[in-house]
C-alpha cells in the first residue's frame, strides 16, 4: 500500500502540478515586464496557476504608461508575487541623461532581484536596453536561461525619437543601441517575437533558428468584457448620451497627436460627437497645450483612469481610436488595440496596412484602417461610423469575437511554456511519462522519498 506522501504526491501530479504528462515540470520563472502592462500579468498568474513559482516586477516609477492588475488579489495562486520596483533618481523621458542614468539604475535594482530568487528561466519585456544588458549578464551569473520578449524594436525605436532632435543624434544614438540589441539577442536562450514581420525584421539581422519564436500580444478578456454605453464612468463623464470616439492609452509623439486634434475640430465644427482622450506622454502634453481653444465639452482630455475602470471607459466609446506614425509601424505594434477588440467596439485604426496592429484589424473585420498620412481618410472613416451606426455594432460584435477566439490564456501559456521550459527538463518529463514511472518512481524524483 502506498503512503499517504506518495499518494498526495500523486494526487498533485494528476491534478496537473507538474504537468509532467505535457512535457513541464515546475520553474521559478521570473518575469520582468518594464511597464505593468495587463497581458503579460494575466500570463504571469496563468503561470503560477499551474504551479510556477513566479515573480513579476515593473518598473513602479514610469507614470507614462497604464498599468494593469498589479497587486495581488483574494484569487491569485500562492505561487505568485508582484513587485513594483523604485529607483533612488527621477525617471523623465525628457532628458536623454537623465533617462539612461535611470535605466541603468532600475537594471541594477532588477538583478539584484534575479539573485534573490534564484529563477531557472528569466523573461524580459520592454526592457531598456543598457538595463536588458545588466539583467542579462545577472541572469548568466545565476545560472538562469534567458528569454528576449521582443515587443518592440528598441534600437528603431530610439533612432526615430532622436532623429527627431538631431539626425547626427539619430545615428550616433541608433547605432549605439542597434549594435547592443544585435549582441543582447545573440546572447539570449530564446526571443519571442510579438509578430512575423519582427521575425522577418530579425532575419535581416542575420538573426534566426529555432530559438526565434512567434507568439501574438492579447488582452485579458475577463478584464475587458464589453459593457453597456450608458456606464457609470460614462454618466459621471458626461458621455453616456452622446456619440463618443474614445483613445485610451500611452500618446507618444509617434502616435500622431495632431491627428486627434483635427478630429476634435472636425466633430466641433459638424456638432456631430465627442472625442475623450484619456492618456499620457509626450502626445497627450502636445495634445493639451495645442487644443485649448476647442470646446472641453466636445474634447475631454483625462489621465489615466485606475485599471479596474478601463473597461467602462472602453465600454464609453461608439468607435475606439489607435493611432501609430508610418516610420513607427516597423517597430511597435499598439497593443491597446487588441483591449479594444476585447471591448466590442467599431475601431479606427490610422496606421501602416503592413502593422500588426492594422492586419489585426482587419482580418478581423472590426473596424476601418486607414494611412496615418492621411488625415481626410480618418475624417472620413469617423464619418461613416457617425451615419452608420449598425456599422458601429457589427464591427464591435466581430473584435469581441475574434478576441474570444484567439486571447485563450490557457493555449497562451502552453506556447510560452514551450519556449521557457529548459530542454533538459521537458525531455526529463517526457521521458517519465515514455516509459510509464511507477508512482513510486514519480514520487522519488519530486522529492516524496
Known sequence: MYSAVIKDKFNELEAGLYRYGNGFLPMRIFVNEFCGHPFQLELSRELARRGHQVKHVFFADNHSTPKGQTQIR??????????????????SKLSLLTRRQADIEYGHVVAERVAQFQPDVVISANMPLDAQAILLS?????????????QDVYSVASRFVLNKRSRLLGWVG???????EKKLLRESDAIICIAPSFATFLEGWGISGPNVHVIGNWAPLDEVQPRTKQNLWAVEHDVADDFCFVYSGTLGMKHRPELLLELARHLEANK????????GGAGAD?????????DPAVLKLLPFQPYERVAEVLGSADVLITLLDSEAGSFAVPSKTLSYLCAGRALIVAAPAANEAARVVTRAKAGIVVSPDNHAGLLDAADRYLKNKGLCVESGRNGRAYAERTFAIEAITDSFLSVLAPDSVFAASLDMEREKATVEEIAETTGAL
Open 74 to 91: 483574494a484569487n491569485d495562486p500562492g505561487g505568485l508575487e508582484i513587485e513594483g520596483l523604485h529607483i533612488t533618481r527621477e525617471f
Open 272 to 279: 456631430s460627437g465627442k472625442l475623450v482622450v484619456v492618456a
Open 286 to 294: 502636445w495634445l493639451a497645450a495645442n487644443a485649448k481653444d476647442i
Open 174 to 180: 541608433g547605432t549605439y543601441f542597434e549594435r547592443l
Open 138 to 150: 545577472a541572469t548568466r551569473q545565476n545560472q538562469a536561461r534567458f528569454v528576449f520578449w521582443l
